[in-house]
């Protein structure tokens, strides 16, 4: 179950842009710091050799997988290599139907109430707000009061420390975190200070 990974820190990393030699590093830096899930968009380097690096070195209960999915064949291939979740940045729902064949956790991006029902009904096991930047907290409380009530909402884009909270009061379970955690030009020393102060973030709001 995707919550039992969001348990204790909701918080999913996205790591556009790692290269394979840097992937174990990063994702124990990562893991250290509190993170659960790991994310490496298909428009990396090399996505699906660093998605079985991580899926191999990180330790029981981190959950590995591959984002920026765009069809089906690619969850065949990130099952392939170990991965086992599916985020997209739209809500197409033969991706997520693959995704829940292969028992993997799929969370597709939604901009709309529509889109966000649609990927619910064909097995999303969250919902990726997606861009949080053009969606603020008042819309995502609104779409808070007519969506199931277990629904996983998890705003991605744009998201730092300091507007986390915003999002938490409209109703938000957690989020996804690009730039502002990780980018190639980022040391580990780096990448590893700012899981921190997002840990650190969400525990301050909790």
Known sequence: MLRDYLADLPLVAILRG???????????????????????????????????ILAKAMPTGVLVGGGTVLDPEQVDGIRDVGGKLIVMPHG???????????????????ATPTEAFAALKAGADAIKIF???????????????????DTIVLPVGGIRPDTMKS????????????????????????????????????????
Do not use: Q
């Open 18 to 52: 790692l290269r394979p030699d840097a992937a174990e590093a990063v994702g124990m830096a990562l893991v250290e710091a509190g993170f659960r899930i790991i994310e490496v968009p298909l428009n990396s380097p090399d996505p699906f050799r660093s998605i079985e």
């Open 92 to 110: 197409d729902t033969d991706v997520i139907r693959r995704a829940k064949e292969h028992r993997m956790l799929c969370t597709p991006g939604v």
């Open 131 to 149: 861009p949080a930047e053009g969606i603020p907290p008042a819309i995502v409380k609104a779409w808070r009061a007519v969506l199931p009530k």
């Open 167 to 206: 999002y938490v009061d409209a109703g938000a379970d957690g989020f996804g975190l690009g730039s502002a955690l990780f980018t190639p030009a980022m040391s580990v020393e780096d990448i590893a200070r700012n899981a921190r102060a997002f840990a650190s973030a969400w525990k301050e709001l909790r």
